[in-house]
């Protein structure tokens, strides 16, 4: 694991913001990057219930699914409600209990750590501005397409609504340490993709929010 990564895993570890924000609406999440710009995410959703959007991506998943940085493990829940095996993937105690607590499977781990399953996920997920991971589009995809089933397995990435691809430097605004972050719109996460191994094969809009399907070239 490379000091960017680590870096991004122990300061979503230790964040009280994101302890704070998964306890519920009302708690603002805002990175601030190198330069003084500030990057709100939509914190909002982390806990809420899967929405039409989120229940259209679920439908997809019809086979083993692992969901990276699950936060509270809502998209998992609701797998396992449909009765489809699911993992979810996050580093912050905070987020694994209040997940479990929701009836999801989720694992405290790096996205970048040992893996169980790995190269036999049919589907992994990355919802909710995860593709920002690490700070480093192509080294977070490379490591998913590794998680998945190599020819069959699909891979659906959440995007910016804007055409954009920014690497930033951020730190919480409530402060710690920093770590890597990536702003990325759908055309620029395809052409990453497919400098990776991994090709489009769909990509699509609902509401304001854009998405992309991934499988191994």
Not at 146 to 175: K, Q, Y
């Amino acid at each position: 694991m490379n000091a960017t990564v680590s870096a991004t895993d122990r300061a979503w570890t230790a964040s009280s913001a994101y302890a704070e924000a998964l306890s519920g609406p009302g708690h603002p999440l805002v990175l601030r990057t190198s330069t003084g710009r500030t990057l709100e995410l939509d914190a909002a959703r982390f806990t809420a219930a899967p929405d039409p959007v989120d229940r259209a991506v679920l439908d997809r998943c019809q086979g083993p699914t692992i969901d990276l940085g699950c936060g509270p493990g809502r998209l998992v829940a609701e797998l396992a409600r449909r009765g489809v095996p699911a993992l979810g993937v996050d580093v912050a105690p905070a987020a694994v209990l209040l997940g479990r607590a929701a009836g999801a499977t989720v694992l405290r781990r790096s996205v970048f750590g040992r893996l169980p399953g790995a190269g036999r996920w049919a589907h992994a997920l990355l919802m909710d501005g995860n593709i920002g991971i690490g700070g480093d589009a192509a080294a977070l995809l490379a490591r998913v397409r590794d998680l998945i089933r190599p020819g069959c397995g699909e891979l659906v990435v959440e995007t910016e609504a804007e055409d954009v691809h920014e690497n930033h430097v951020v730190t919480f605004d409530t402060g710690g340490e920093p770590f890597g972050w990536t702003r990325i719109g759908t055309e620029a996460l395809a052409a990453v993709a497919a400098g990776i191994g991994l090709r489009s094969t769909e990509q699509w809009s609902a509401g304001e929010r854009r998405f992309v399907a991934l499988a191994t070239a």
